[in-house]
């Protein structure tokens, strides 16, 4: 069938997060925003797709708006394979990293739902998963500045949440140390995302004091994120290392591989060019014993994509869950953690279909809608 409408949507909703709110990118985040794709084809199905995101949604949009959208309406919405090239060729002088893979992400996360929708599967089934019910999630805490007591209470009540698995977004021993807690007490396996805070001469400072601290993972210690080399001179001190967030697909995984620079792999759906692009990734990282560990600080259609992604085809899956309270969502419960764990989608494609009313009610704006015919 044929895309005939293209549809770009940005919600605000109020968060909690456990602590004062920061600024991201040099903005005030003190609303979760998600930028939401909606697809339509000539036969009257819709799907759902997200893009990133954060303080990019309006560089995102834009070029979902003005040269994406045109591009796929008139298109064979089940011709994803091929869309995806043609597409990503037309953009690529654009940028290969950026708003532009990142706006086609939210796309093509839409094409997968119209395709699980059209065969009546959910996309794990399409990509030859077994079912599964849920999946075991980490709480993703949000950076406190380095305020300890910060990150003690909120550790304890990711803990106290069922959460095993905890990520910090700060920059001391100090945090780890207090995130642990004290010798002896059960307390959830610590991750650490310094978000390419160190050039490697610090980051290598800063790995061999958290050596013996038995961190399940460093994320992204090295700035530029680009430096694959330099990233790789921190293996020498046993930390596992991921990263991948920021990397510019397969081929950007492919040097991070070659150089010797990860442990665990972290692309993200919203970002790397939608599920087909993370489908060769996973391919790629599962050739060379590489672990995957998505990317997934979302909460709506992408965040659920992560979810049919990880069921079908991670080995040990763990699925990243910001640590934070909404005040609604229009795609809960299936970007909710209970105990610790997410719950997968039953239903034909993404298998959540947002609550129209709560789509009304956070709308930031009015939605963009390009049909077929009226395209510029």
Request: aromatic content about 6%.
């Given at each position: ?15 909690d997060?456990?602590?004062p ?7 005030a ?5 998600m ?22 949604i309006p ?18 919405e ?33 094409l ?6 059209r ?38 009540a ?21 995130a ?47 430096d694959a ?43 790397v ?10 391919d ?7 672990e ?38 229009p ?26 009313a ?14 077929l015919?009226a395209?510029?």
């Amino acid at each position: 069938m044929t895309i005939t409408a293209v549809e770009t949507r940005v919600l605000a909703v109020p968060f909690d997060m456990g602590g004062p709110h920061p600024t991201f990118a040099g903005q005030a985040w003190d609303l979760m925003e998600m930028l939401l794709v909606r697809l339509e084809t000539d036969d009257g199905r819709v799907g759902w797709g997200e893009a990133f995101g954060h303080a990019a949604i309006p560089a995102t949009r834009a070029a979902i708006d003005t040269v994406l959208a045109p591009l796929v309406l008139g298109r064979d919405e089940g011709d994803i394979a091929n869309l995806t090239r043609q597409v990503l060729h037309s953009t690529h002088l654009l940028g290969r990293n950026g708003s532009f893979v990142y706006g086609f992400s939210g796309i093509e996360i839409a094409l997968w739902d119209l395709l699980g929708k059209r065969a009546g599967q959910p996309i794990w089934q399409l990509l030859g998963g077994s079912r599964r019910e849920s999946l075991d999630a980490y709480a993703s805490l949000l950076s406190y500045g380095g305020d300890l007591d910060l990150v003690r209470k909120n550790t304890a009540a990711a803990c106290a949440a069922g959460y095993r698995h905890i990520k910090l977004h700060e920059l001391t021993r100090e945090a780890v140390l207090v995130a642990q807690g004290p010798p002896g007490a059960e307390q959830a396996r610590i991750m650490l995302d310094v978000n390419c805070a160190w050039s490697p001469p610090v980051a290598r400072e800063m790995a061999a004091s958290l050596a013996g601290d038995g961190l399940f993972w460093l994320e992204e210690p090295v700035w530029p994120p680009e430096d694959a080399h330099g990233l790789a001179s921190l293996r020498r001190h046993g930390i596992p290392l991921s990263a991948g967030e920021n990397t510019a697909g397969l081929f950007g995984f492919k040097t991070l591989i070659e150089a010797g620079a990860i442990d665990i792999a972290q692309p993200s759906v919203t970002k790397v060019g939608g599920i087909g692009e993370m489908l060769r990734v996973i391919d790629l990282c599962e050739a060379h014993g590489v672990e995957v560990a998505p990317h997934s600080p979302y909460f709506g259609p992408g965040l659920v994509a992560t979810l049919h992604i990880a069921a079908a085809r991670i080995e040990r899956p763990l699925v990243e869950v910001l640590w934070l309270e909404m005040e609604a969502n229009p795609f809960d419960p299936w970007t909710r953690a209970e105990n610790g764990r997410m719950r997968i989608p039953q239903g034909p494609g993404l298998g959540a279909e947002p609550d129209p009313a709560l789509l009304e009610r956070y709308t930031k704006d009015a939605p963009t809608r390009l049909t077929l015919g009226a395209a510029p």
